[in-house]
């Protein structure tokens, strides 16, 4: 696709790697941010390309001039500890933002990917889970904040597609990792690599036995620009099916960092699901995608940026 590309969230983790691949397929790229959670350290490097961030929180509008192709929706907080500090801007974000994201997309005409999440399947009862599985959410629990927020931009997503024919796709993303990930963001990996590069005690939730499936950064960025080249409505999962224990997480990080910390056992969170793995028949047949960044491999690079910046960010 060429033209101009809308990033909602464009300076957060995912979303500054997504602006870094639109801009070099030739697109002029907006990204609409507020920083609650993102920085403008992820986006510094683009100045001078053709690219445009707009400081704006998107629940309360999203105010783009000219002619869209395509609008990325990607503004929300993510990890776990930023929603639980965020609990109301967080359902404000994926109901009014992913709102006003979807009637950008109808005016302009552009196509919408909504990246939504592999927690609408909340503490998953079928393994793996497959798109077509309606999930086992806590509607008032402290994760319902956001499993809520994005089950309902799904819903608004499906409806705008339905009743006012805007072209849309829902990516439902797994759990990602890579280089720009916040090391203050409570996610399992840039906290264990943060404790191991400093030689603090790692902080693991309850037995460590609950799974992830954990895709790289790059993988995940292809699996959103494959859907935006498609029609496909989706929902697809965007995952990686390698399916490891959050223990065995630790050992590996340490076995590619060469050194080894004591674990500190934390009370594991509420509602914290138990297992979680995409089935990506799907993404495999509609969008001729798979994950291709190995476990090792993506660690390793991300470990390599948190030796290189972790005392910069
Ligand atoms: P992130 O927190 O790094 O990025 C989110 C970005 O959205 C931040 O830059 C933040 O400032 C911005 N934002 C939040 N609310 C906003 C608002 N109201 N207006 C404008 N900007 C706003 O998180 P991420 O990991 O990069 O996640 C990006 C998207 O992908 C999110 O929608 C998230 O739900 C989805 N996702 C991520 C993962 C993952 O593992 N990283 C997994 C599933 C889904
Ligand atoms: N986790 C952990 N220690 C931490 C942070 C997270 O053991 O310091 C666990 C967490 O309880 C969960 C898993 O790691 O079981 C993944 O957590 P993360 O916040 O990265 O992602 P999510 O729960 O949103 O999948």
Redesign the pocket.
């Known amino acids: 696709m060429r033209g101009h590309a809308v990033v909602?969230?464009g300076?957060?983790?995912?979303?500054s790697h997504l602006c870094d691949r639109l801009l070099a397929r030739g697109m002029r790229v907006t990204c609409?941010?507020?920083?609650?959670?993102?920085t403008t350290g992820n986006i510094a490097h683009l100045t001078g390309k053709d690219f445009h961030f707009v400081e704006?929180?998107?629940?309360r509008g999203l105010d783009v001039g000219g002619p869209v192709d395509l609008v990325m929706h990607?503004?929300?907080?993510?990890?776990p500890r930023?929603y639980d500090r965020l609990p109301v801007?967080t359902l404000q974000?994926g109901a009014a933002?992913t709102n006003h994201a979807l009637d950008l997309a109808e005016v302009t005409g552009a196509r919408f990917v909504l990246?939504s999440?592999?927690e609408v399947y909340g503490d998953p009862r079928e393994h793996p889970q497959r798109e077509s599985y309606w999930g086992n959410v806590n509607p008032v629990g402290p994760r319902s904040v956001y499993d809520e927020a994005?089950r309902y931009a799904e819903a608004l997503t499906a409806a705008y597609r339905r009743t006012r024919g805007v072209n849309t796709g829902i990516a439902r993303?797994?759990?990602?990792y890579g280089p720009r990930m916040r090391p203050g963001d409570g996610r399992a990996i840039p906290t264990f690599i943060k404790q191991i590069l400093t030689g603090e005690p790692v902080t693991v939730a309850g037995a460590g036995t609950q799974t992830r499936s954990l895709c790289y950064v790059d993988d995940t960025v292809d699996g959103l620009l494959a859907l935006a080249d498609s029609d496909f409505p989706g929902p697809v999962n965007l995952g990686n099916p390698h399916e490891l224990q959050i223990r065995h997480l630790v050992g590996e990080i340490q076995r590619l960092a060469g050194t080894t910390v004591p674990v500190r056992s934390i009370p594991a969170p509420v509602d914290d699901p138990q297992r979680r793995c995409p089935d990506i028949a799907v993404a495999q047949r509609e969008l001729g995608w798979q994950p291709r960044v190995e476990l090792h491999e993506g660690l390793r690079r991300t470990l390599e940026w948190f030796a290189a910046h972790l005392s910069l960010v």
């Open positions: 909602t969230g300076a957060g983790f995912v979303g609409v941010d507020n920083l609650c959670t993102g704006a929180d998107v629940s990607l503004a929300s907080p993510a990890s930023d801007e974000t933002g990246a999440t592999s994005k993303i797994f759990n990602t």
